[in-house]
């Protein structure tokens, strides 16, 4: 079971940028998630076997979401596009996500493409953030950037989690 703190934020350096009144509330898709997936507490938390995307996009040039470890089992984080099998885990065995495993490898086309430094698995609690640039995603362990960037992943790509 996880809670999710999914949200982006940009720096376009444009000019005179307009206030939003009110944020939009980016949270877990209800539309798109497995079959055998759970999501409660409005959005924020998944339960049972399958994965769930966000219900945003991410279009910024940097965005950057996190999630909370709310206890140990097999899970998965990053991204995916809305062609991504939900039912299938672990993620990141075909072309359409790109995800930290529970085990701190990442997959993209069921090939690793880095892993978390020894010792740096995430654990019950943690809070793991991603940011994305549309083309690498890179990894952070409660609020430390773990150096570990991977990408390969095109196209309109989601938040992911399992």
Not at 21 to 37: C, N, R
Not at 57 to 67: G, M
Not at 142 to 161: D, H, L, W, Y
């Amino acid at each position: 079971m996880f809670t999710c703190c999914l949200g982006c934020c940009c720096g376009d350096g444009g000019a005179d940028p307009k206030p939003l009144k009110e944020m939009p509330s980016v949270q877990l898709d209800t539309q798109h998630m497995g079959a055998d997936v759970v999501v409660v507490k409005s959005g924020r938390r998944i339960c049972g076997s399958g994965a769930c995307l966000a219900n945003a996009p991410l279009h910024q040039n940097k965005s950057y979401f996190e999630f909370k470890v709310q206890s140990t089992g097999v899970w998965g984080v990053g991204v995916a596009t809305q062609r991504v099998n939900l039912n299938q885990i672990p993620m990141g065995r075909d072309s359409q996500s790109l995800v930290l495993r529970h085990d701190g490898s990442v997959y993209h086309n069921n090939e690793e493409k880095n892993c978390l430094p020894a010792n740096s698995v995430p654990q019950e609690g943690d809070v793991v953030g991603l940011t994305y640039d549309h083309v690498e995603l890179n990894l952070y362990l409660n609020g430390k950037n773990m150096q570990c960037p991977a990408s390969g992943i095109r196209g309109t790509v989601f938040p992911v989690v399992y």
